[in-house]
């Protein structure tokens, strides 16, 4: 399988006249859209003033300098960014469009931002090209070649092996109801992920129709889902009107506990502007997860309205706010933590899972947490250190050595580069209320998505977040916990922030939060080193999370 492209090479650099003429024309069709680039997004002078015409022909010396810009304006426009133009100055054109694509086409050395760009450039042209018909019918790869084929050229019409896993995504989306459903498979990562692991064999023709066909048919199925999820809203809206409901808590979507439904109705009739968003930018974007948990809060609401116990008598006046039980809440408080501590008992775990916990108040469980364990005094009674803890002797300092628990020496100022970030007492007990609330009230009516409560912030978790703390033992469920606390203490402490003005917690949980992004993100590249897609997916997608989270708070930090 060829690793390349069949276009002709560095076509955007040529030598001589011939060469540079080709080069010229197509840079001029392209124009229009790195003008419109560079004013936009303030990225460079452009050579011909807005609403100059682009002369065909001038002198090589010019054509020279110009490619140059267009080179260079290349070598720093992002994929979002060209996300963000106007469809009208994107798809003005399809030679534009063609000649804009293949001059990143032609590069011989091709960045990740060159990929990036060039699988979204490819779906858009499909999308600008395709007749109506492609909306709403079948489309094979056949389909796809003939369309695709002024700008990748001849391709063979065969599914490459390695793109056997987008295959199944599509079999997959096709049983989809909602785009929870999707998104917390957790498909879209894997499929990021097979893309960025091709190579240069992404740009293989056979691989590009491939991908165009994929994107274009993932898009259509996002917003055929996205449409999905609205009516769901705004059927249960409706029956709860219906019913003469008026106000519903939806606390868990992040809105009142006494919302009035009229303002949930506008919210979701305004998802309509989202539909134009490309569907990856948003895979882990918590106005989605607002979405499914307004659609999940309604519904719980319409299904009490339902229940027996719940009914009205007859001639009475249904209540005009429904109020979902209120969450586990904390039986104890500890003054000296931000977080509510409880204290949870291995035989209650047991009772409620089946299965150990592996989570004790010891030295031992507090160095899996990644704390600094304490040594014992000389001559005094020896604790338990799993191998591999982090390990420090009390009051020491600088490059002092400990023995670790395989019994070689340990200095504590050189950390493994992959050891766990020392974890907080603050981390133990929001770890210890999260477990709480988990295993008190586990996710019903197969929902992928439950919330946690600290304090009055309420946090969701996706599936493979609570199997972690239910289901699931082991180094990967712990990142993935680890993970979890770390965003819950941010959304503590950011709510925090925003009633009170206090500040310190905040400080002290990003702190945290960005000593466990680092480790986390090493944490994804091993397991995708290891070809363990599903443990690189699943805390990537949780540590995107993270990170979304520490940008949200970084603009509240004084």
């Known amino acids: 399988m060829s690793s390349r492209t069949t276009l002709p090479l560095d076509s955007a650099t040529p030598a001589g006249p011939a060469d540079l003429t080709t080069a010229w024309a197509e840079a001029r069709r392209a124009y229009p859209i790195y003008a419109a680039l560079a004013r936009q997004f303030e990225i460079s002078a452009t050579p011909y003033s807005e609403g100059e015409a682009v002369p065909e022909e001038i002198g090589p010396a010019v054509v020279q300098r110009n490619l140059r810009w267009f080179d260079e304006m290349d070598a720093q426009v992002k994929a979002y960014q060209i996300r963000q133009l106007p469809p009208a100055t994107l798809n003005a054109k399809e030679e534009g469009l063609r000649a804009f694509i293949q001059r990143h086409l032609r590069k011989a050395e091709k960045t990740t931002a060159d990929r990036d760009k060039i699988d979204f450039l490819l779906v858009q042209y499909f999308a600008l090209c395709a007749p109506e018909s492609f909306y709403h019918d079948e489309i094979s790869l056949a389909d796809v070649i003939r369309i695709l084929q002024p700008v990748v050229g001849v391709a063979d019409a065969r599914t490459p092996d390695w793109c056997a896993t987008l295959e199944a995504t599509l079999d997959f989306v096709k049983d989809c109801r909602s785009l929870r459903d999707l998104l917390e498979s957790g498909k879209l990562d894997q499929a990021r992920l097979v893309k960025e692991s091709s190579g240069n064999l992404f740009y293989d023709p056979a691989a590009l129709v491939t991908l165009a066909r994929f994107n274009f048919l993932m898009r259509r199925a996002f917003i055929r889902l996205l449409h999905a999820d609205q009516e769901a809203v705004l059927k249960a809206l409706g029956e709860l009107d219906r019913a003469g409901v008026r106000t519903v808590d939806c606390r868990r979507a992040g809105f009142s506990a006494a919302e009035p439904t009229s303002n949930l109705r506008q919210f979701a009739e305004n998802w309509r502007p989202l539909y134009h968003k490309d569907y990856s930018e948003s895979v882990v974007g918590r106005t989605f997860e607002q979405l499914l948990a307004l659609r999940a809060d309604l519904e719980d609401g319409v299904a009490k309205l339902h229940a027996p116990a719940g009914e009205p008598a007859a001639g009475e006046t249904p209540s005009l706010t429904l109020v979902p039980a209120a969450p586990l809440q904390p039986r104890e408080l500890d003054p000296a933590t931000e977080h509510p501590r409880i204290h949870v008992e291995q035989t209650g775990y047991l009772r409620k899972t089946g299965q150990d916990s592996s989570y004790k108040k010891s030295a031992e469980s507090l160095a899996q947490l990644g704390a600094p364990v304490e040594l ?21 300092s600088g490059g002092s050595a400990a023995p670790s628990a395989s019994g070689a020496p340990k200095t504590s100022s050189a950390p493994p580069a992959d050891a766990q970030p020392p974890a907080s007492a603050d981390m133990e007990s929001c770890l210890e209320t999260i477990w ?19 304090k009055n912030t309420k946090v969701l978790l996706s599936s493979w977040e609570v199997a972690a703390f239910v289901d699931k033992g082991g180094q990967e469920s712990e990142d993935l916990r680890r993970a979890v606390v770390a965003r819950a203490m941010l959304a503590v402490a950011m709510d925090s922030r925003k009633q009170s003005g206090e500040t310190v917690s905040l400080q002290a949980a990003l702190v945290q939060a960005r000593a466990e992004v680092s480790y986390f993100q090493g944490r994804v590249e091993k397991a995708k080193q290891a070809k363990n897609t599903e443990a690189a997916v699943n805390l990537g997608i949780s540590t995107k999370r993270l990170l979304s989270f520490i940008e949200e708070a970084e603009k509240l930090s004084p």
């Open 376 to 396: 014992p005094a000389k001559g005094s009674e020896e604790k338990l250190v799993p191998a591999g803890a982090p390990v420090v002797t009390p009051g020491a």
């Open 436 to 454: 709480e609330q988990l295993i008190a009230t586990p996710p019903t009516r197969g929902r992928s998505m439950s919330t946690i409560t600290l």
